[in-house]
T-cell receptor, first 115, second 115 residues
């Protein structure tokens, strides 16, 4: 079945550091890819999505590029702030005839940014 | 103002009892979903509905029954509760069909504890 692999479980950085959170996927079709962010006590919020190869998604200084060749969608930010501390989830969606769509999430990466 | 309302925010239940988790969305979306998040597993898809029709069910147990009485409602009935059902249950919704389906937006969740 479709799956998403996030290798970093915890990421600890200082303010103004560069962030990379890795995301690789496995899917039988041509998935749409997403990054969501979740703050404590809240539901996941969409950061951005990408639907086709080489498409770049971006929001709030975060960005990721859909790479079908390496089946990756790595999240990057040039300079993190303390307010970016949260859990980041990579997800994919494939469409299936007659069954609508569902998101498959990675295990999430908890980012902690120190001042 | 929250556009996806989940009630209650916290719920404590005893093993063997039955509870209903409420979800209403005021976004005019045609598709609604339930996801579960626990300490053991990341965000996990449970059900999807489109125009009040069940599209996909990834929940093995029949103890979990979604109920859609209105177009913007998708409640979740859980019977014969077990401690393993303890999790945060998120309702989500989206608009569109097929590959143009928007990214799901999530509610703030209902945190269920089964004693």
């Amino acid at each position: 079945g479709d799956s998403v692999t996030q290798t970093e479980g915890q990421v600890a950085l200082s303010e103004e550091d560069f962030l990379t959170i890795h995301c690789n996927y496995s899917a039988s079709g041509y998935p749409t890819l997403f990054w969501y962010v979740q703050y404590p006590g809240e539901g996941p919020q969409l950061l951005f999505r990408a639907s086709r190869d080489k498409e770049k998604g971006s929001s709030r200084g975060f960005e990721a590029t859909y790479d079908k060749g390496t089946t990756s969608f790595h999240l990057r930010k040039a300079s993190v702030q303390e307010s970016d501390s949260a859990v980041y989830y990579c997800a994919l969606r494939t469409m299936q005839q007659g069954t609508g769509s569902k998101l498959s999430f990675g295990k999430g990466a908890k980012l902690t940014v120190s001042p | 103002d929250p556009k996806i309302i989940q009630k209650p925010k916290y719920l404590v239940a005893v093993t063997g009892s039955e509870k209903i988790l409420i979800c209403e969305q005021y976004l005019g979306h045609n598709a609604m979903y339930w996801y579960r998040q626990s300490a053991k597993k990341p965000l996990e898809f449970m059900f999807s509905y489109s125009y009040q029709k069940l599209m996909d069910n990834q929940t093995a147990s029949s103890r979990f029954q979604p109920q859609s009485s209105k177009k913007n409602h998708l409640d979740l009935q859980i019977t014969a509760l077990k401690p393993d059902d303890s999790a945060t249950y998120f309702c989500a919704s989206s608009q569109g069909q097929g590959r143009n389906n928007q990214a799901p937006l999530f509610g703030e969740g209902t945190r269920l504890s089964v004693l």
